[in-house]
């Protein structure tokens, strides 16, 4: 099998495993605990929040580590939108067709439920949110724009520094969603000039269900999770110790290595986008054609079922992805593709290709022998 999925998720590095190993067995203390052995495990957490504060360059207790990417996310949006509205009453959340779920669905929520306004940024043709259209919608009622970094599905990275820069000086939150960019994007809060950052484990070499959120000093949140006063009371729970150190160890080796990592993959990907292009009919490129994520290439294929050549992909030893990996086995087009304003004929057949760390000229090569040939049979079978 040959794994060209890495933006679903990705195997853990050795080191991180090394990293996390003594926490399972000898180092089993609860971090609340008094004894030697809870010293033990705090200070593995202090240094684990440390090792993260360093990459974003922060301060350690503007880390809080959750359970995943999804759950930064909701606590994020979910958090800061109902302690705005306790302390000044400000209601409305600004997003983004394009992000995932874990942001769309919870604004939605917060509109349908929760008795919040939600308005959708605009797009540029390459599934950016437009600058013009955060300045436009911000007005004294608005609490939070939340726009990710980049899309796990199109790969475009978006321009945050600037809407970050807008959002401030309109007195309003701006969270962004960096799951998917932490794993080659420098992502230095202090560059980036936002309030609220998530990051998730498993898609930069460490383990699935561990993530983290970034709270800027003086950021108010309410907690999602009640409870003892773990993580600075925003999130109740005995830590996950061992993949809490795996998380930190994970993120630190992804910003020691983002160059290697990138200088490996971007050229892999260039062969990719450009052959599929040229040798396959009726194919475009989804997403930016440069401002696009290093190891990312997506298209969409006209009259082609996506999922169907997914299937046939995976029979023929190639672990693909169409759009997001949450909405596989579902016939229904991305909405994050439709967004980009193809039509349902083209729509239907997106493929997502992400490299990684051990993708190699040979994997990709075989790939594109396969591709063209399994395109042309799904087409045939679509009409
Ligand atoms: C994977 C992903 C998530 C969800 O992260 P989990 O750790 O799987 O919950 C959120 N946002 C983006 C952009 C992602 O790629």
Redo the contacts with the bound molecule.
């Keep these: 099998m040959i794994y060209l999925d890495y933006?679903a998720t990705t195997p853990v590095d050795p080191r991180v495993l090394d990293a996390m190993m003594p926490y399972f067995r000898e180092n089993y203390g609860n971090p609340s605990s008094v004894h030697r052995l809870g010293q033990k495990a705090e200070a593995a957490i202090d240094s684990a929040r440390e090792k993260v504060a360093a990459v974003l360059h922060c301060r350690p207790d503007e880390i809080i580590f959750t359970s995943?990417?999804?759950e930064s996310?909701n606590l994020a949006l979910r958090g800061a939108m109902m302690a705005r509205r306790n302390a000044s009453g400000k209601t409305w959340i600004l997003t983004a067709k394009t992000e995932?779920h874990?942001v769309s669905k919870t604004a939605e929520q917060l509109e349908k439920e929760y008795g919040f306004l939600l308005e959708w940024l605009g797009l540029d043709e390459h599934g950016a949110v437009t600058t013009e259209s955060l300045s436009k919608a911000v007005c004294n009622n608005t609490a939070l724009a939340s726009v990710?970094y980049a899309n796990?599905e199109i790969g475009t990275i978006n321009p945050i520094t600037v809407l970050a820069e807008i959002a401030k000086a309109n007195n309003i939150l701006f969270h962004t969603?960096a799951?998917?960019a932490a794993a080659y994007l420098d992502v230095n809060v202090e560059k980036l000039g936002v309030d609220l950052m998530s990051l998730?484990g498993?898609?930069f070499y460490g383990p699935k269900g561990v993530?983290a959120l970034y709270v800027r000093k003086g950021t108010k949140l309410l907690p999602h999770m009640t409870g003892g006063g773990q993580e600075y009371s925003l999130r109740a729970g005995t830590q996950n110790v061992p993949y809490i150190v795996g998380f930190a160890e994970a993120l630190h080796l992804a910003a020691q290595e983002r160059e290697s990592r990138t200088a490996h993959v971007k050229p892999l990907r260039d062969h990719i986008i450009g052959n599929v292009l040229e040798t396959i009919p009726d194919s475009k490129l989804t997403g930016h054609p440069e401002n696009r994520l290093p190891n990312h290439a997506s298209f969409v294929f006209k009259d082609v079922d996506g999922n169907l050549l997914l299937q046939m992909l995976d029979s023929a030893g190639f672990a693909c992805s169409s759009g997001s990996a949450c909405k596989t086995g579902n016939p229904e087009p991305s909405e994050v593709i439709t967004a980009l304003g193809h039509s349902r004929d083209w729509a239907l057949g997106s493929l997502r290709i992400t490299l990684g760390v051990d993708s190699t000229p040979e994997h990709v090569d075989s790939f594109l022998n396969a591709l063209p040939g399994l395109v042309e049979k799904a087409r045939k079978l679509h009409n």
């Design positions: 933006a995943c990417g999804s996310d995932h874990a990710m796990n969603d799951v998917q998730g498993h898609k993530g």
